[in-house]
């Protein structure tokens, strides 16, 4: 059976904004920090790199309890049975993913226009991203930062829970929050954090214990 994605902060891997810190071991620090989300994403491994880190990866969120979502690798996330996969706009189209994985797995989809979100929901995505609302350098070909405007737009109009991302960062995140997006996610705020303890707990703190 599905399960449902949990309400609240929703973070991502990426290696190369971890003070050279592998995924593995920043996992472990945000798993201990008490992140319930956790998407795996790396653009720069070979399948089999990242399928190895995966592995692990699963073991820990499931000892933990964290909903564990893989980016675009449908063959990882089936192989080791994560919660969820994460497409972007490019990856596979969504039915063809939904064929492929079955019914039981959470899809999420990035988004960045109104068209967009409305095609994911109408679709059957679980969740969407709604992004980038602010500037962001994580991403290579990221598309203009999207803005509140439409976030706001989602917010209104799109009855799947949506994941805010882009340029989020403790200093902006009120802002992000009044809009009450099921999910806030926060990607090098947290990966390149020189305590990603005390930074999820200041965030988790921000947003009154939502996640
Ligand atoms: N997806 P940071 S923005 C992975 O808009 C990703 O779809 C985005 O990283 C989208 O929190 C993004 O460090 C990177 O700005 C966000």
Known sequence: M???IPKGLYAITAENFSNGKDNISVVKEMLDAGIKILQYRDKYKTKLEKFKQCEIIRRLTLDYNVFFIINDDIDIALS???EGIHLGQDDLPLAKARGIAGPDITIGISTHLP???LLAAEHGADYIGVGPIY????????VDP?????LDFCVKNINIPKVAIGGIKFSNLLEIYR???ENICMVTEITASENI???V???KEAMNDYC
Request: charge should be positive.
């Open 135 to 142: 500037k962001t350098f994580t991403k290579d070909n990221v």
């Open 80 to 82: 080791i049975q994560s």
């Open 201 to 203: 707990k200041k965030v």
């Open 115 to 117: 068209k967009q979100a």
């Open 197 to 199: 303890e005390f930074t």
């Open 2 to 4: 599905k399960k449902q």
């Open 146 to 150: 999207v803005g509140l405007g439409y």
């Open 179 to 181: 809009y009450n997006p």
